[in-house]
Nanobody, 115 residues
Framework: QVQLVESGGGLVQAGESHTLACAAS????????MGWYRQAPGKQRELVAT??????TNHGDSVKGRFTISRDTQTTVDLHMNSLKLDDTAVYYC??????????WGKGTLVTVSS
């Protein structure tokens, strides 16, 4: 059973930095891509950042230059968020794509940015 577990959500002040972590279980070496998406109230889920097994990153336009995705271990990816804005308030979901095409999602962790 594959599980993705996010941690690190909470209340943060605008302008501050914060880090989210995602821990994956299961046959982790088969993950081609791991990453983060987010969904703000009333909006569609959007890409935040992804990281391939080969280390190639892709960041969404709204977070480029502020957020960075990195691999902590073979089973953990972190999302480093800098210069947080009120618009960054959202539920952040961990995502993984396995090499057989199966997709997995975490349950999400809420980040609330306050002024």
């Amino acid at each position: 059973q594959v599980q993705l577990v996010e941690s690190g959500g909470g209340l943060v002040q605008a302008g501050e930095s914060h880090t989210l972590a995602c821990a994956a279980s299961g046959i982790i070496f088969r993950y081609n891509i791991m990453g983060w998406y987010r969904q703000a109230p009333g909006k569609q889920r959007e890409l935040v950042a992804t990281l391939t097994r080969d280390g190639i990153t892709n960041h969404g336009d709204s977070v480029k230059g502020r957020f960075t995705i990195s691999r902590d271990t073979q089973t953990t990816v972190d999302l480093h968020m800098n210069s947080l804005k009120l618009d960054d308030t959202a539920v952040y979901y961990c995502y993984a794509l396995r090499d057989d095409g199966a997709e997995f999602w975490g349950k999400g962790t809420l980040v609330t940015v306050s002024s």
